[in-house]
């Protein structure tokens, strides 16, 4: 009895011993974000365990050689065997189809699938932005249909959304744009894109049309920009550098540390070029970090900083002979002046996520922003500076409506901005060669811009197919301007506030089969004018001045076809715009506002993706992407001229951007893209107008091991390949000064070339 007692009691502790606990996490090896509800299956002993909300599992593994398998929706199958005991692992899932359809947007309120939403959204990954060049990150915008990127320089860059914003002079404007939660735009509508650097960013939601719903002011629509993470259970340290034409260097480290209860990822970048044009000399540097704490229930204390610091020479437009005969040179003015704009500018924003239950939760965020900047230009010297704050706080609650699953959000935000501007004479004529010199101070100003919203959204399941998405927005604006420069006769000090707008949304989605459905969207959305816009020709407070608003009509379809190979999206859309806001330029450095018409924006957008393995080793992904535009004014008449009838001019008749990626062996990839471009008008009358264009890239990027702890890549390629000249930025209504003629045109780049290497060490 006590021999088999013995045996009983050794079996016992043999098998305590041999069996093993093994921990992981399961990683999207595109994205390098964790995935949810993966099943780990030992396919010995027929154990299944399922991954949590950070990809994170644990398993016991019996005896060893043992063979688990890895299954997802959406990904491929991977099998894994262990030949001895590890205490962790990390597994990297292949996306087996990269279902855009199940991409998951978190820029609206109520997160939600891209199929389910009912409204033209487009996502951009990580891995999208390692496509194209990555000193230039503005330009990956041109991708999306519907949006088209004027750039004259890496400092000079205005995207205009549906033909929102085509007007814009020098900036992007009536574009909501967020980074983490923390708002890009400026309290008038201004909005600068170029200064962010791609190597800091996880993804980025565009929602096109009017979405006050969700976001208050903006028109065209809103960006929501997501920093980098630190992946649960990993560190690594990377350094990168890329060279490239025109002497552009760019030099990048970065670094991240994960666990289960806290991560941090930090990056630092420096780009500096001599730029393709005379005076286009830039220098950027730029800090970006992440960081985050995970409390009990899943609470999280998050915190993002981002600095930028630049200065780059401003070669501005040129006219139409310089353009043929002499696309190098800069503006006679500027580059006498050696004009240039540097800043430097911050942001920095604290988050917490508080779920109170399974259905309640609430996320509230702090936020403050500044930047101080120094422009010299021909015509005078501006010194500013800018420092915003807000805060904004949003609850979600599941309901049970109608016996479905149902989400309400609620919430509210308040902005405010304090802007400090003054400019001084430019003595450049006075001392020879020197450039810009400053002299007596012209104007001395304080702006002080606040804002509130008020903001609910509800999601009603009405049926298994059929989902409605309603919701509304309160928004109150009030500008104060002091003058305080004393020598002039004009005081411009004054308060001017808007009438509270409310805005409602209303959408719908039918799910038509499994993997098709259709949507269609009403919404509102508004402009608020400038300070500057806000002024008279004799510098006094325009009262009479409206805000402009515009009302959304939209339907669309989003389906996959041939096994989940195939996605495609169709919208078409209708936005009727009143009270349009127009800048009259009284002056080289003057612009006053007025409410001069209406117009219409009417369009259809179609993209396309599709998927397929030529082979175990070779996957081809080709795309399509494109919009046809017919955008006019609808009634404008704009010193007394009438343009009634005339199409808008800055944004392009057509863009159609089409081409394809080639990955073999998942680390050899080859990215080919194509951006054709329609003409552009260049004044209200219709009189002048581009040329179409077509600007061909291609990039092609090699990732490889090089030790057991250290990751390597190596890239190149070449833009405008073709070497097509062509206007990659046009000054809308451009007016001529002492007798010059107009000055339309921003040539674009010629053929350039950029290689890269990069190499990581992950601990």
Request: charged content about 20%; hydrophobic content about 35%.
């Amino acid at each position: 009895m006590k021999i088999y007692l013995f045996g009983f009691v050794l079996l016992f502790c043999l098998n305590i011993i041999s069996a093993q606990q093994i921990q992981g996490i399961i990683i999207d090896a595109a994205t390098s974000e964790p995935i949810e509800n993966v099943k780990i299956f030992d396919v010995s002993t027929e154990v299944a365990v399922i991954s949590d909300a950070t990809g994170s599992f644990e398993i016991t593994i019996d005896k060893f050689p043992a063979t688990l398998q890895f299954s997802a929706v959406n990904y491929s199958l991977q099998n894994v065997t262990l030949e001895n005991y590890k205490s962790s692992i990390k597994i990297y899932l292949q996306n087996s189809s990269e279902l855009l359809s199940e991409v998951v947007i978190n820029g609206t309120i109520i997160p939600n699938t891209l199929q389910r939403s009912p409204a033209a959204i487009n996502v951009l990954t990580s891995k999208d932005l390692i496509k194209s060049d990555n000193s230039n990150f503005a330009q990956i915008f041109n991708s999306v249909p519907g949006i088209y990127v004027n750039q004259g320089a890496l400092n000079t860059t205005k995207l205009n959304i549906r033909g929102i914003g085509a007007r814009s002079q020098f900036s992007t404007n009536r574009i909501q744009a967020y980074f983490n939660g923390i708002p890009l735009t400026t309290g008038e509508g201004d909005l600068t894109l170029d200064d962010l650097d791609a190597e800091s960013i996880s993804k980025i939601e565009i929602i096109k049309g009017p979405a006050s719903s969700i976001y208050g002011a903006g028109l065209g629509g809103v960006i929501n920009i997501f920093g980098k993470d630190a992946i649960v259970n990993k560190s690594d340290l990377e350094v990168s550098s890329q060279y490239g034409s025109f002497e552009t260097i760019k030099k990048t480290i970065s670094a991240s540390h994960g666990t289960k209860k806290a991560s941090i990822f930090a990056t630092f970048n420096d780009l500096e070029s001599d730029g393709y044009r005379e005076n286009g000399g830039y220098k950027r540097s730029s800090a970006f970090v992440n960081a985050n704490v995970f409390t009990h229930k899943n609470n999280k204390l998050s915190f993002i900083g981002n600095y930028t610091k630049l200065k780059a020479f401003i070669p501005s437009s040129i006219n139409e002979d310089a353009f043929l005969n002499d696309p190098t040179s800069a503006a006679f003015t500027w580059k006498r002046s050696k004009g240039y704009e540097s800043y430097k500018k911050a942001l920095f924003g604290l988050s917490y996520q508080y779920n109170f239950s399974e259905k309640l939760s609430n996320l509230s965020s702090v936020y403050l922003n500044f930047r101080e900047g120094y422009e010299p230009r021909p015509f005078n010297i501006l010194k500013e500076k800018r420092l915003a704050s807000g805060a904004r706080t949003r609850f979600n609650l599941d309901l049970d409506l109608f016996k479905k699953s149902s989400q309400l959000s609620f919430g509210g935000e308040y902005y405010s901005e304090q802007y400090y501007m003054q400019t001084f004479e430019n003595l450049y004529e006075d001392f020879e060669d020197q450039g810009s010199v400053q002299g007596l101070r012209l104007s001395d100003n304080d702006q002080n811009r606040n804002y509130a919203n008020l903001f609910s959204q509800l999601n009603i399941q009405l049926s298994e197919k059929l989902n409605l998405e309603t919701g509304f927005n309160f928004n109150s604006t009030k500008y104060s301007l002091k003058d305080q420069f004393q020598q002039d006769e004009i005081d411009q000090t004054g308060d001017y506030r808007f009438e509270t707008i409310f805005s409602p949304r209303l959408g719908i989605s039918y799910e038509l089969s499994t993997g098709k459905n259709t949507y269609a969207s009403i919404s509102h959305g508004f402009s608020i004018p400038t300070v500057e816009e806000t002024l008279t020709p004799e510098g006094l407070i325009n009262t009479n001045l409206k805000t402009e608003q515009g009302v959304n009509y939209e339907i669309g379809f989003k389906g996959n076809w041939l096994n989940n190979t195939l996605y495609t999206e169709v919208a078409l859309y209708s936005i009727q715009i009143k009270n349009l806001l127009v800048a009259q330029r009284i002056s080289e450095d003057q612009y006053v506002g007025i409410n001069a018409g209406s117009s219409n924006h009417n369009g259809f957008e179609i993209s396309l993706k599709y998927n397929f393995d030529l082979s175990s080793k070779i996957r081809i992904q080709p795309y399509f992407n494109s919009s046809f535009n017919y955008f006019k004014f609808e009634e404008f008449t704009n010193r007394d001229v009438n343009y009634s009838g005339n199409k808008l001019p800055g944004v392009p008749q057509s863009t159609i951007n089409s081409g394809f990626e080639i990955q073999y062996n998942k680390n050899l990839s080859l990215y080919a893209n194509m951006l054709a471009v329609g003409e552009i008008f260049l004044n209200d009358a219709n009189t002048l107008n581009t040329e179409n264009y077509q600007v061909l890239d291609i990039k092609a990027r090699y990732d490889f091991r090089l030790f057991n702890n250290f990751e390597a890549n190596i890239s190149g390629g070449l833009n405008n390949l073709l070497d097509q000249k062509y206007a990659s930025s046009v000054l809308p209504n451009a007016v001529g000064f002492g007798g010059a003629a107009p000055r339309y045109y921003y040539p674009g780049n010629p053929r350039n070339y950029f290689v890269c290497a990069g190499l990581k060490y992950v601990f």
